[in-house]
C-alpha cells in the first residue's frame, strides 16, 4: 500500500525466502529446504546506484527476483516505489525493468524486433526512434535485421541490456549485466548507467566483478548465506577492514622459496605475476611495514607497492569471516 | 489493452517467421476432413444412425474440436521454447498482469482458431457438400473461441507446472490417446459399451464436439447439450482461474 511519497525507491523489512523441500524422483531422497534470504532489511534512496555483493549462493538472485515480482517472499515485505511486491505486483512492474543473470531473448526475431516488442509492451511512443538510439549505443546497428538466435552470446547479452535502456522506469534492475561483454561496450554501459542515475534512476545491481562494484555503486550491500554481512559506501566497508594492506613487491628475479615464506605469513591471499609478489596480509601498519621489509631483503627489489584494501579483500575477508562464524 | 495486443504482436510476429507454421496451422483440420473423414466415408460408408448425415458432416464437429486441442498443444510448446530462451521469466517482469499475459497469448490462439474455421468450414461444404446450419453460425463461432481459450488454459497449467521437455511429451501424448479416442469426436457415443460411453460423457472433449456438432450441422440432443454447454463454460473459467494462479505461482 502506499503510505506517502517515501524517499527510498526501495524498502526491503525482514524478508525471508525459504526454498521448500524437493523429491528428486520417484525413488529419490528429499533435499532439504533451503533458507536463501534470512531476514534481510535495507533502503535504496531514489537516484542512488546500489550493488549487491556475495559469493555464489549468496541469495543475490534470490532478492532480486522477489524485488521484480517474479518470486513471493515466505515472510517479510518489500517495496518499490512504495508498492508491495506481493499486494501491487503490476503496480511495481510497471516502475521497473529487469536484466536477468540468464541471457534473454525472442530468438526467432531480430534485433530490431525484439527491441520493438519490447517497447511495446512497455507502451513506449517512439519506439523506432528509440531502438535506433539503442541499436547504435550498444553497436548493434550492423545487426538490427539479424535473428538473435544467429548471433553470439556477447551480442545476445548487448540486445538484452540495450532493451532495458529503452524505457525510463524509475528502477532498473541487473542480475550481472557484463556477463560476456568486452572491456569496451562494458564501460560505455557502465557510463550510461551513470547517467541514468543522475536523472534520477535508481539503479540496483549485482556482480562478482568487485571492479565494477568500487567504481559504480554508491552502496554496497554485501551477502553470504542469505544475511547481510556488511553494508555501506565504498569508504565505509573499507573502514571494516582498516587492517587489511594490499602489498606488490617486483624484485629483479624472484628470490627461491618465496611462495613459502608467503605461505608461512597466512596472507588473505596471495599470487606471484611474473618477477611480481602480490599478497594481501591482515596486520597492523607497523606489523605490515616489518613483513615486506624483511620480503624486500630477500632479493634486488625494484619497486615496491603498499595500499589499503581493495573491495575485493574486504570481501573476502568479510565472506571468509562470516563462513568461519557459521562453522 | 496495450500489454493484450503486444502480445497478439509479439505471437504474430514469431508465428510468421515461418510459413510452414503458417501452413499448417490454417489447413490441417481441413486436411484431416478430407483425408480421414473421406477415407472412413469410402470405406465404411456413413456408419451413423442420424438420418441424412454423412460421415463427413459428423466428423466436421470432430475436427473442429481437434483443431482447438492441437492448437493449444502446439502453443503450449511455447512455454518450453521461452523458458529456455530465458525470455518467459524477462516478461514476467513486463508491466501486465499474469491474466493479461494468458489473455494475450489466448487471442493470438482464437485468431488462427477463426480463420482455420473458416477456411475448413468454406472449403468443407464446397469440396464435400456438407450442409452447415446458417442460423447456428454465430454460436459455432462461440464454441470455437471457448474451445480454443479452454484448451489452451488447460495445457498451460501442465506446460507450467511440468519443468521437463520429455516429461511434457509423454503427458500431451496420453491427453491426445485418452482426451480424443474416448470422447465423440470420432464416432457417436451411443453404440459404445456403457463404461466407454460413461467415460466419454465426462470427457470436456465431448462436451465441446457436442456442441460444435450442433452448431454446425444441427445434430444434438437440447437438454444434454444445455447441460454440456454449462459444464465447458466452467471447466473452461476454471482452467483459467487456475493457469492463472500456476502463473502466480511460478
Not at chain 1, 630477500?298 to 575477508?317: N, T
Not at chain 2, 493449444?72 to 508491466?95: C, H, K, Q, V
Not at chain 2, 494475450?104 to 482464437?110: A, I, M, Q, R
Request: hydrophobic share 50%; with cysteine; net charge neutral.
Amino acid at each position: 500500500m502506499i503510505a506517502g511519497r517515501s524517499p527510498f525507491a526501495l524498502e526491503v523489512d525482514n524478508i525471508v525466502k525459504v526454498y521448500p523441500a524437493r523429491r528428486n524422483g520417484l525413488f529419490g531422497a528429499c533435499s532439504e529446504p533451503v533458507r536463501a534470504i534470512d531476514g534481510l532489511s535495507f533502503n535504496v534512496p531514489r537516484g542512488s546506484i546500489f550493488g549487491m555483493l556475495g559469493p555464489n549462493g549468496a541469495g543475490k538472485t534470490t532478492l532480486l527476483k522477489i524485488l521484480a515480482t517474479l518470486l513471493q517472499p515466505s515472510s517479510g515485505h518489500a517495496r518499490i516505489e512504495s508498492f508491495d511486491v506481493v499486494e501491487r505486483p503490476l503496480e511495481v512492474r510497471r516502475r521497473m525493468s529487469m536484466v536477468l543473470q540468464e541471457t534473454a531473448g525472442e530468438m526467432f526475431l531480430s534485433v530490431r524486433d525484439n527491441l520493438l516488442t519490447y517497447a511495446r509492451f512497455h507502451g513506449l511512443a517512439e519506439a523506432e526512434r528509440g531502438a535506433a538510439e539503442n541499436m547504435q549505443l550498444f553497436d548493434l546497428t550492423t545487426e538490427a535485421d539479424r535473428k538473435v538466435q544467429d548471433l553470439s552470446g556477447g551480442f545476445r547479452r548487448r540486445v538484452q541490456v540495450a532493451k532495458v535502456f529503452l524505457v525510463k522506469t524509475p528502477v532498473l534492475f541487473l542480475d550481472e549485466f557484463s556477463t560476456g561483454m568486452d572491456p569496451i561496450l562494458k564501460r560505455a554501459v557502465m557510463d550510461a548507467l551513470r547517467k541514468e542515475s543522475a536523472r534520477g534512476r535508481t539503479i540496483v545491481l549485482t556482480t562478482q566483478v568487485l571492479s565494477e562494484a568500487e567504481e559504480l555503486c554508491d552502496d554496497i550491500l554485501i551477502l553470504n548465506k542469505g544475511r547481510q554481512i556488511a553494508r555501506g559506501d565504498l569508504h565505509a566497508l573499507k573502514l571494516l577492514s582498516q587492517d587489511v594492506y594490499e602489498v606488490a613487491i617486483t624484485f629483479e628475479s624472484l628470490p627461491a622459496g618465496i611462495e613459502h615464506e608467503m605461505a608461512a605469513l597466512h596472507p588473505v591471499r596471495s599470487r606471484i605475476n611474473g618477477n611480481t609478489l602480490e599478497f594481501c596480509v591482515k596486520a597492523r601498519e607497523a606489523e605490515a611495514l616489518e613483513i615486506v621489509a624483511a620480503l624486500a631483503k630477500k632479493g634486488r627489489v625494484l619497486r615496491v607497492e603498499i595500499g589499503g584494501a581493495s573491495l575485493e579483500d574486504i570481501f573476502v575477508e568479510l565472506t571468509q569471516k562470516a563462513g568461519a562464524e557459521a562453522r | 489493452m496495450s500489454s493484450i495486443s503486444a502480445m497478439l504482436y509479439r505471437e504474430t510476429k514469431i508465428r510468421a517467421t515461418n510459413i510452414t507454421f503458417v501452413f499448417w496451422d490454417l489447413f490441417y483440420p481441413l486436411c484431416y476432413l478430407l483425408v480421414f473423414g473421406v477415407g472412413v466415408t469410402a470405406s465404411l460408408g456413413t456408419p451413423l444412425s442420424a438420418p441424412g448425415v454423412t460421415y463427413n458432416s459428423f466428423f466436421l464437429a470432430g475436427v473442429l474440436g481437434m483443431a482447438s486441442f492441437g492448437i493449444a498443444s502446439n502453443s503450449s510448446w511455447s512455454f518450453f521454447m521461452d523458458r529456455d530462451n530465458g525470455i518467459f521469466y524477462e516478461m514476467l517482469t513486463y508491466p501486465m498482469s499474469r491474466s493479461e499475459y494468458l489473455l494475450g497469448k489466448v487471442l493470438f490462439n482464437v485468431f488462427i482458431a477463426i480463420i482455420q474455421m473458416v477456411i475448413t468450414l468454406g472449403l468443407g461444404t464446397w469440396l464435400l457438400g456438407i450442409r452447415l446450419r446458417a442460423d447456428l453460425l454465430p454460436l459455432l463461432v462461440v464454441t470455437v473461441i471457448l474451445g480454443t481459450a479452454g484448451w489452451f488454459f488447460f495445457y498451460t497449467i501442465f506446460a507450467l507446472k511440468i519443468r521437463r521437455n520429455d516429461i511434457f511429451n509423454s503427458v500431451t501424448s496420453v491427453f491426445y490417446f485418452v482426451f480424443l479416442f474416448a470422447s465423440s469426436m470420432f464416432y457417436p457415443l451411443e453404440p459404445l459399451p456403457r463404461w466407454f460411453r460413461v467415460i466419454g460423457l465426462a470427457n470436456p472433449i465431448t462436451w465441446q464436439v457436442d456442441l460444435l456438432r450442433y452448431t454446425s450441422i444441427g445434430l444434438g440432443n437440447p437438454h444434454q447439450l444445455g447441460m454440456e454447454a454449462v459444464a465447458f463454460g466452467i471447466f473452461v473459467l476454471a482452467c483459467f482461474g487456475y493457469a492463472v494462479r500456476s502463473l502466480k505461482q511460478i
